[in-house]
């Protein structure tokens, strides 16, 4: 496995699903040293400081943004990032492909934004626009589910699982689904109910009393 694969994947874990692709750094000490436990504080931070200094990712005071064109991906069940490499990462090279599209951007035509483009378009009148799609408002957690795939009845637990890990563990609600979150990004194909139960046991919590409220919603 290459360095390059091995950035892309713990890059994964702090950037993927945030829209801005930007991070506070204190949370990512804290995910990789407290949560996933796979370098010491001062490690994770001279990880972050090393991944800076080699071009993968920039640093904005104490917000650090992913690089324009760093690909990420998904890291394997049971994968951990090897200190010693995270230490000492090569320098991040644009692809040849990029560095091909910006030796030409002086010819090539201006972009144009999504949103320029949906405005361009309404105003001609040419073209339909384009139909918004809403999260049903009854459970604002649960996402919706794929046309071509079956009903995960277990989202219905999703409520009853966070006040669970709140009234046990002593966590604020929203401290629940955001530490549920991180493990998402952590681990990716992973539901929001399987998370939580990841975090229950995390907080040492009776996993008899999560599975039975999971088992009770799927019924």
């Known amino acids: 496995m290459s360095e390059q694969t091995d950035i892309s994947r ?3 874990t702090i950037f993927d699903g945030l829209e801005l692709q930007e991070i506070n750094k204190a949370d990512v000490v804290r995910l990789w040293s407290l949560e996933m436990q796979w370098f010491s504080p001062e490690e994770s931070q001279s990880v972050v400081e090393a991944l800076t200094n080699s071009g993968w990712i920039s640093m904005d005071g104490e917000i650090l943004h992913l690089v324009e064109g760093v690909e990420l991906e998904i890291p394997s069940l049971g ?4 200190t010693r490499r995270m230490l000492s990462p090569p320098t991040y090279k644009p692809s040849a492909k990029e560095e091909t599209m910006e030796s030409t951007s002086d010819f090539s035509q201006p972009r144009v934004s999504v949103r320029e483009e949906v405005k361009s378009e309404s105003k001609n009148g040419d073209h339909f626009s384009r139909p918004k799609v809403s999260r049903s408002s009854q459970n604002p957690l649960s996402e919706s589910p794929n ?4 009903i995960d009845r277990a ?7 966070i ?5 046990q563990s002593g966590l604020a609600n929203n401290e629940v689904v955001r530490r549920a979150q991180r493990k998402r990004r952590a681990l990716g194909c992973v539901t929001l109910w399987m998370a ?3 975090v229950a046991r995390e907080q040492g919590l009776d996993m008899q009393r999560v599975s039975s409220a999971i088992d009770k919603a799927a019924e």
Request: proline share 12%; no cysteine; net charge negative.
């Open 10 to 12: 713990i890059l994964f």
């Open 79 to 82: 994968w951990r990032p090897m």
């Open 147 to 150: 046309a071509s795939m079956p």
């Open 155 to 161: 989202e219905g637990s999703i409520p009853t699982l």
């Open 163 to 167: 006040e669970l890990i709140a009234s």
């Open 196 to 198: 939580l139960a990841l």
